[in-house]
């Protein structure tokens, strides 16, 4: 008998193993042991299609000739907004006066050429660039302050206009618009120049741009709060 460990042993285990593993293969062995596969990975799951917000249209579409409050047997026109309905920026005033009242368009008189001024002179972008819009989408008789009945039954629409277009920020023209939507008493002079968060969009009171007609020596400190907005947006910021 030959000793264990000698070559001839050693030569014979080899072929005997050689022979083992070439049965294995052709029964479709691979050599792996069943616990040594690996966990198996399942393929990525395949995204559920995003849910599509409502558009403009819709909102729109919802409002109606709306008669929901008693501002509306004064109106001439509806006013809704205008601008892209995809924009970065969106300006909110407080209430459609008479041009707008008679074009059907917020910002169009005397206060609406300043604010286009605002952004097309100082933010170097188009007017149909952004968005405009008001709180109260009907002229309130004698342009006084919107009424609590009236704000309940317009602001939801106007919720609806900011979650369509979802902007990066929001520009609350003047007290009563940004009071409103911050749900504030404070007075616009201590609102203005701060971020505030509305439903996750940043928001940035100001003056009205009726308000800087009246006060022109104003017309600095919502330059700031522009840049402020224009440095968030990654807009260049050049002279006034």
Same mark, same amino acid.
């Given at each position: 008998?030959?000793?264990?460990?000698?070559? *001839?042993?050693?030569?014979?285990l080899?072929?005997?193993?050689?022979?083992?593993?070439?049965? /294995?293969?052709?029964?479709?062995?691979?050599?792996?042991p069943p616990?040594?596969?690996?966990? #198996?990975?399942? %393929?990525?799951?395949?995204?559920?299609?995003?849910v599509?917000r409502? *558009?403009?249209?819709?909102?729109?579409? +919802?409002?109606? +000739?709306?008669?929901?409050c008693?501002l509306?047997?004064?109106? &001439?026109?509806?006013v809704f907004?205008?601008g892209?309905p995809?924009?970065?920026?969106?300006?909110?005033?407080?209430?459609?006066?008479a041009?707008?009242?008679?074009?059907g368009?917020?910002?169009?008189?005397?206060?609406?050429q300043?604010l286009?001024? =605002?952004? #097309?002179?100082g933010?170097?972008l188009?007017?149909?660039?952004?968005?405009?819009?008001n709180?109260?989408?009907?002229?309130p008789p004698?342009?006084?302050n919107?009424? !609590? +009945?009236?704000v309940?039954?317009?602001? %939801?629409?106007l919720?609806? $206009?900011? /979650?369509a277009i979802?902007?990066?920020v929001?520009v609350?023209?003047?007290?009563?618009?940004?009071q #409103?939507?911050?749900?504030? #008493? &404070?007075? =616009?002079?201590q609102?203005?120049?701060?971020?505030f968060?509305?439903?996750?969009?940043?928001?940035? !009171?100001t003056?009205? !741009?009726?308000y800087?007609?009246?006060?022109? *020596?104003?017309?600095?400190?919502?330059?700031?709060?522009? $840049?402020?907005?224009?440095? =968030?947006l *990654?807009?260049?910021?050049g002279?006034?």
């Open positions: 008998m030959r000793p264990v460990g000698s070559q *001839g042993d050693v030569a014979d080899a072929r005997a193993l050689l022979a083992h593993v070439e049965h /294995q293969r052709d029964l479709g062995a691979d050599g792996v616990g040594d596969r690996g966990v #198996t990975v399942d %393929p990525a799951p395949v995204a559920a299609p995003a599509e409502p *558009g403009l249209d819709a909102v729109r579409a +919802d409002l109606g +000739d709306c008669q929901r008693k509306a047997p004064h109106r &001439t026109r509806l907004g205008v892209d995809g924009a970065r920026l969106v300006f909110v005033g407080e209430a459609p006066g041009d707008e009242d008679a074009k368009e917020p910002f169009v008189g005397r206060a609406g300043l286009t001024e =605002i952004i #097309t002179k933010m170097k188009r007017r149909e660039d952004v968005y405009i819009c709180l109260i989408k009907c002229r004698g342009n006084r919107p009424e !609590p +009945d009236e309940a039954e317009c602001e %939801p629409f919720v609806r $206009q900011l /979650q979802g902007p990066e929001i609350a023209l003047g007290k009563f618009a940004a #409103t939507l911050l749900r504030s #008493t &404070t007075p =616009i002079s609102l203005r120049g701060r971020w968060d509305y439903h996750g969009i940043m928001l940035m !009171p003056f009205h !741009p009726a800087l007609l009246r006060n022109p *020596g104003e017309k600095r400190v919502v330059w700031e709060d522009v $840049q402020k907005v224009m440095r =968030i *990654g807009l260049p910021i002279g006034k």
